[in-house]
């Protein structure tokens, strides 16, 4: 079983970001918009929390 | 009497036109349980297929991926109130929780004496990915009660 730690990140924005884009939104375009934004923020936003964090213990 | 008459109709017109904008008082019990038992069918009854197929998939996907990872149910524990909140979220995933209940219990592990206390969620503390795995075990039903809500709004009328 895959365990690695940003594949299950990726897995699980993807999968956030499909069910409120298709919650959410009615066109296929503004589904697509809003997939986009919502993935890109989860999985920058937790990179770069990770990196923040980095320095402490 | 032509006055009248065109009066009363008019009000008549008035009362079918107010009718048609007003939800409805409240969604049918029974879809909404429906909804929340099985991802997806809530959505598939009101025909919305495609929305139906994406939530079940995604919600099924959660799911499995949480308990493959070793993720924990929540499920309620004395002295512990954050456990309840636990066990609501998890509650959410609807047959999915109740048979993963059952597959790692057994009918007589779930309903002990001690009922409802003493039921394991299953899952392993010490895997890998066993925050992960209730982080995605927690989503997928609350994803669903999210989706049980959007069923309730549209069998009112109030979202398409």
Known sequence: MVVDHLLLMLWHALLVAVFFAFLWRRSPKDRGILFLKTFLIMVVGAIALGWLMYPFP | ?160
């Open chain 2, 1 to 160: 009497m032509a006055a009248s008459e065109a009066v009363v109709m008019s009000a008549r017109a008035k009362e079918r036109a107010s009718k048609k904008t007003e939800p409805a008082a409240g969604a049918p019990p029974l879809l909404l349980a429906a909804a929340w038992l099985i991802p997806g069918l809530g959505h598939w009854i009101l025909g919305k297929r495609v929305r139906a197929v994406v939530f079940a998939a995604v919600i099924i996907s959660a799911f499995v991926t949480g308990v493959l990872v070793q993720g924990e149910l929540g499920t309620p524990r004395p002295g512990e109130p954050f456990s309840w909140l636990a066990t609501l979220a998890c509650l959410g995933n609807g047959a999915l929780y109740l048979a993963r209940l059952l597959w790692v219990n057994g009918l007589h592990g779930v309903f002990s004496s001690a009922f409802p206390y003493g039921i394991l969620g299953g899952g392993d503390p010490v895997a890998v990915g066993f925050a992960y795995g209730n982080t995605f075990l927690y989503t997928g039903g609350l994803m669903n009660l999210l989706v049980v809500l959007d069923v309730a709004d549209i069998a009112r009328g109030e979202k398409d």
